[in-house]
Nanobody, 123 residues
Framework: QVQLQESGGGSVQSGGSLKLSCAASGDTRCMAWFRQAPGKEREGVAAISPAGASTNYADSVMGRFTISRDNAKRTLYLQLNTLKPEDTAMYYC???????????????????WGQGTQVTSPH
């Protein structure tokens, strides 16, 4: 089994930065960050390969967000820069056991989910 716990959310003015963390237990392999705004479907934000060498980003966050992982600490990170009001959402950490297709950002591909951490960037 895999357990995931996010932290680091908060309220930051537009243009500001935040760093989210996800502490993991168990065999996490491919991991990703998703987000869900009120009234909207959950969407993939960024994905990372098991060793952390390869990443994939949604177009909406490319160049502003950075996903990384420290396997020794069993922790996944998401650095959020130049935040916009439309980035306001609950952010979730997710993991999947298949090692292929690390770039996938579809909800159905992931087996394990954290509880989420709220990110708010007011107008």
């Amino acid at each position: 089994q895999v357990q995931l716990q996010e932290s680091g959310g908060g309220s930051v003015q537009s243009g500001g930065s935040l760093k989210l963390s996800c502490a993991a237990s168990g065999d996490t392999r491919c991991m990703a960050w998703f987000r869900q705004a009120p009234g909207k479907e959950r969407e993939g934000v960024a994905a990372i390969s098991p060793a952390g060498a390869s990443t994939n980003y949604a177009d909406s966050v490319m160049g502003r967000f950075t996903i990384s992982r420290d396997n020794a600490k069993r922790t996944l990170y998401l650095q959020l820069n130049t935040l916009k009001p439309e980035d306001t959402a609950m952010y979730y950490c997710a993991a999947r056991w298949p090692t292929s297709g690390f770039q996938r950002l579809d909800v159905s591909a992931f087996n394990f989910w954290g509880q989420g951490t709220q990110v708010t960037s007011p107008h």
